[in-house]
């Protein structure tokens, strides 16, 4: 069984273990990865922005001297760029996990669409991460890997049923944050369903990192730079919100933590913020019927079937 208390100042020696962080180049993704950083994984930073990831990287290694990190560009939204980098990464030796963090947080005021024709927020938050996971999925079972879903307590707050999720009609910033979060959640505890049905030896955990924000983060050259007003306003926040760096702990926790089974959905211990615990599935989330009619209509809009196979074919 995991243990309650969690220590990111004394994570395991993880030297020979290597880990792939989606969104690295800020917030809880950097964070995440400047911790893996310090307990000596090899550690792969991803974004999209090559400029914004070559600053994330050079922060980090100004902070951890000798950290083990590269970086490889990938955009979630686009199908291209998931194959290319996922046809790389199969070349780079074993992968322990995947931590699948990037998204879009404050959406378009208007729905806006992919190259791929797919609803921006979805594609960037839900489906890229399900191709990418997918196409990782041999390396990941060849290492006993696992892979870590980012969902969000919006999901309690709106459970919206995403029986549209492309949203063509209705469409709402707000609406697509929390839709993609349903959908990346039900994607996370689907695919812990199937890989155990299937003998797969990985694991899938859905985590939500509480109410983080800028305004209490620490301030990183091309990382984090808040404003005087970001600062204030996150000053007044204090009762209910903490920093990234500190959220980042239960993102942490779920990737390393081998005392965390698959199908569990972690996040801070008072919802919004705390030490990183077992939580219960949002109740939107706990229909299996409604998490496997996601997830077959993620394999439509991506085109796309994992290379689900018994455990000896790995």
Not at 1 to 12: C, I, K, V
Not at 195 to 204: A, K
Request: charged fraction near 20%.
């Amino acid at each position: 069984m995991a243990s309650a208390r969690w220590n990111p100042s004394t994570l395991p020696d993880l030297r020979d273990q290597s880990f792939l962080v989606t969104g690295s180049n800020a917030g809880l993704g950097y964070f995440a990865s400047e911790q893996l950083a310090r307990a000596g994984a090899h550690v792969i930073l991803s974004g999209r922005n090559p400029r914004r990831l070559s600053s994330a990287r050079s922060t980090l290694i100004s902070r951890v001297p000798g950290a083990d990190v590269e970086s490889l560009m990938i955009d979630t939204s686009k199908a291209g760029s998931i194959r290319s980098a996922a046809a790389t990464l199969r070349t780079r030796g074993p992968l322990d996990g995947v931590l699948l963090n990037a998204g879009i947080v404050h959406p378009p005021k208007e729905r806006k669409t992919t190259t791929d024709g797919d609803e921006l927020v979805l594609a960037t938050n839900a489906l890229g991460h399900y191709a990418l996971a997918g196409e990782l999925l041999v390396t990941l079972a060849k290492s006993a890997g696992r892979m870590v879903w980012l969902g969000s307590v919006s999901t309690v707050i709106s459970p919206y049923d995403p029986v549209d999720p492309e949203l063509t009609e209705n469409y709402t910033p707000w609406r697509a944050y929390v839709q993609s979060k349903v959908v990346t959640t039900a994607l996370g505890l689907e695919a812990d369903r199937r890989l155990r049905d299937r003998g797969v030896p990985v694991d899938s955990v859905v985590v939500h990192p509480g109410y983080a924000i800028g305004g209490r983060t620490p301030a990183l050259p091309g990382v984090n730079q808040p404003t005087h007003l970001t600062r204030f306003i996150g000053s007044l926040q204090t009762p209910i919100a903490e920093s990234k760096e500190i959220a980042a702990r239960v993102l942490v926790r779920a990737l390393i933590d081998s005392g965390i089974p698959g199908g569990q959905f972690w996040g801070p211990r008072y919802t919004l913020r705390g030490d990183p615990r077992r939580v219960r599935v949002p109740r939107i989330n706990r229909n299996i019927e409604r998490n496997a009619r996601i997830w077959e209509e993620c394999e439509k809009l991506t085109r796309m079937r994992w290379p689900f196979g018994p455990a000896s074919t790995y």
